[in-house]
């Protein structure tokens, strides 16, 4: 194959995401205006439902504008020969392999980021403050963006430079080390989450003593659920949208409710909620997802080992001589479709398991108010209530209000 040939191949799959993605956000807007069910007709009051078909068709025009100078822009770095240039300056500080590939991909982040940087801005205090959700500050906004880039140089940089070296010193294994280091990882990251990166951005508290709590406790030890202890995040810190999760697994079990939830919601509609969580815990779904992206990732990195040391990749993309970073690229948009598959798969696995937990939660506590909960969370996040079942297949991670509410109703 002529590196002429893989380039076009690269171009086209990137056009034809483009397409799809296109169709899907097209087809799913033309049912913004749809008369909602009878069994979802009480989640909005009429002006509110004009609110929130406001809400989407803003989402939606925006996010046709930022997809496709996405395009554009990317485009534009192929076909005037951007990795290449990158690739020159990199090469300009240092002989060392694994400087190179930090410096590479350091000024494509960083320069992604700061393109992106004024749509992030209207997205945040032009839209979400239009709408009533923002509760950020520029400032805010800024430092956020400063901790999530010193966190991706600190914690991306040192991974990404291990399993450059990988490459470098461990010949044709160097995918198996870099599957063992990802996943260690990746498990440590599970386990320690809310405790090492969560503070970076928000306070948490111990759910203080009362009512609410009194109730939580009574149903988690029905159930047979120990956690160390119930957080609150001040999740309205930035947005009035709500939230809540579990995370970890042994001893470094944690309930975190965002305080948002615990303003929106009843008590009752607080624990249903924490017992559909509970209900992804008992049923296993957290180990299984993260099997699930464990054996995906060593698919990929076995795939990629066999096609990295291929000088066609690094001159599809105009760089003369074989790089261990540009084949990363070039990888990366080939074994996309590959991605967009098993997207659609576990999105699909993701929405059988909301109804598990939707099930455990009706089993072991009550169907009402997780069934109430769930349209005030939906009412207050001004959510889309009648998708087009296509956008839902590939996009949803979770399943329609109108179904989860037929699921519990059964």
Not at 84 to 96: H, K, L, P
Not at 157 to 165: A, Q, R
Not at 194 to 222: A, H, R, W
């Amino acid at each position: 194959m002529e590196p002429s040939t893989l380039f076009n191949i690269l171009i086209t799959i990137l056009l034809i995401k483009f397409v799809i993605d296109s169709v899907l956000n097209h087809l799913n807007a033309k049912h913004f205006n749809d008369t909602l069910p009878n069994d979802i007709s009480d989640v909005y009051e009429i002006n509110e439902y004009q609110q929130s078909q406001s809400y989407k068709k803003t989402n939606h025009n925006f996010s046709k504008i930022t997809s496709l100078f996405s395009l554009i822009t990317t485009l534009l770095f192929f076909f005037f020969n951007g990795f290449s240039i990158v690739d020159e300056i990199a090469r300009g500080f240092s002989n060392n392999i694994i400087i190179i590939t930090l410096i590479f991909f350091g000024i494509i982040i960083i320069g992604s980021d700061i393109i992106s940087i004024p749509f992030s801005l209207y997205k945040t205090f032009v839209i979400e403050e239009k709408f009533g959700f923002n509760k950020s500050t520029k400032k805010l906004f800024f430092l956020d963006k400063i901790k999530g880039l010193l966190m991706t140089i600190i914690l991306g940089g040192s991974i990404l430079s291990i399993i450059t070296w990988f490459y470098e010193f461990t010949g044709n294994y160097f995918w198996i080390y870099t599957w063992l280091l990802i996943t260690t990882f990746s498990v440590f990251l599970n386990m320690f989450y809310s405790k090492l990166i969560v503070p970076l951005f928000n306070e948490q508290t111990i759910l203080e003593e009362g009512d609410l709590k009194n109730e939580i406790v009574k149903y988690v030890n029905s159930v047979g659920f120990k956690a160390n202890n119930i957080y609150v995040l001040n999740g309205s810190k930035r947005s009035t949208k709500a939230n809540a999760y579990f995370s970890g697994f042994g001893n470094q079990k944690r309930i975190t409710l965002y305080d948002t939830l615990i303003n929106d919601l009843e008590n009752n509609e607080i624990v249903a909620v924490l017992a559909h969580e509970v209900g992804h815990y008992k049923r296993k779904h957290i180990l299984y997802n993260l099997t699930s992206s464990i054996i995906l990732t060593g698919f990929a990195l076995f795939v990629l080992s066999l096609f990295i040391k291929t000088p066609l990749l690094s001159l599809a993309l105009g760089v003369s001589h074989p790089s261990f970073h540009i084949g990363l690229i070039a990888f990366g948009i080939l074994y996309s479709p590959v991605s967009q598959i098993l997207g659609v798969f576990m999105n699909y696995m993701s929405r059988k398991f909301e109804y598990q937990a939707d099930n455990y939660a009706k089993n072991t506590f009550s169907a009402s108010p997780l069934i109430s909960s769930l349209k005030k969370l939906s009412k207050n996040s001004l959510s889309n209530l009648t998708p087009h079942y296509l956008y839902v297949f590939f996009h949803f991670s979770h399943p329609t209000l109108l179904d989860r509410i037929k699921n519990l109703n059964k």
